[in-house]
């Protein structure tokens, strides 16, 4: 009785992640043809939880602002600390100010910098996350939690394996990158050889907004601007 319960459960779960293939097919093409039209841009990664007077919140303000001053638009994951203060600082500044918006039980909601035209809601990470990547000309990553971690070692393991093109990845903030960049240095490449020494060249670690601006300039002086893949 029992061993037929689980067949008939496990068979219902395979008939439901059938379908959700259709909602995952809606959210990209969703995602495609809005960030298609959206023209070049650079994300800005952080955590959600960082408020208005934190300095990082305000770093990343300024940020953003000479970011579309410099000619690129802003993407955040539409929620309010870091990614508030990266939309605002594209509004404040006039420029494309783009939210990916994640439904969460938690901390997520939409803040009010984001362009109207270009909010787009996602319940899929993954779906998200290759927004990010086709459409960022670089990555900004502020502090942040779990989920900042994961958009940069993820936008990280793609540029190493070759699986998009090289785009600037710049951590803002020594005080909080610098014992992360330590680790990878000192236990990924010298202690066990998991990584190269050139991959270190990949990340950026930077405290000011003219650094970051700086970095952009100077990497798409010499390569176009196009979608990564």
Request: proline share 5%.
């Given at each position: 009785m029992r061993k037929?319960h ?12 059938s ?5 995952i097919?809606?959210?990209?093409v969703?995602g ?5 039209k ?7 990664f952080?955590?959600a939880?960082?408020?208005?007077d934190h300095?990082?919140y305000?770093?990343?303000e ?12 802003v993407?955040t994951g539409?929620g309010p600390?870091?990614m508030e203060?990266?939309n ?9 100010s ?5 439904d969460?039980?938690f ?17 899929y990470?993954f779906?998200r996350?290759?927004?990010f990547?086709k ?6 990553v ?13 936008a ?9 093109g090289k785009?600037?990845?710049?951590l803002?903030?020594t005080?909080?990158w ?9 236990t990924?490449?010298?202690t066990f050889a998991n990584?190269?020494?050139t991959d270190?060249d ?8 003219d650094e970051?601006?700086?970095i952009?300039?100077n990497f798409?002086?010499?390569s176009g601007?196009?979608?990564?893949f």
């Open positions: 037929e689980h067949h008939k459960g496990w068979n219902e779960i395979k008939t439901n992640d379908w959700a293939i259709f909602k097919m809606g959210e990209f969703n495609f043809e809005k960030m298609s959206i023209g070049p841009c650079v994300s800005i952080g955590s939880r960082t408020k208005p300095k990082y305000q770093l990343a300024s940020i953003a602002k000479k970011i579309v001053e410099a000619g690129y638009g993407i539409g600390g870091i203060a990266g605002k600082g594209a509004h404040l500044g006039g420029g494309t783009v939210g990916l918006n994640i969460l039980p901390e997520q909601h939409d803040n009010p910098y984001i362009d109207p035209d270009k909010s787009l809601d996602f319940d990470f779906v996350k290759v927004m990547v459409y960022s000309q670089g990555f900004v502020m502090p942040g939690g779990f989920g900042t971690l994961d958009e940069f070692f993820e990280l393991t793609l540029i190493q394996t070759h699986k998009i785009f600037p990845i710049i803002v903030g005080d909080f610098e014992g992360l960049m330590d680790w990878v240095k000192n990924l490449l010298d990584i190269s020494d270190l990949l990340v950026h670690l930077v405290d000011t907004e970051v601006i700086e952009l300039d798409y002086k010499h601007l196009s979608p990564n």
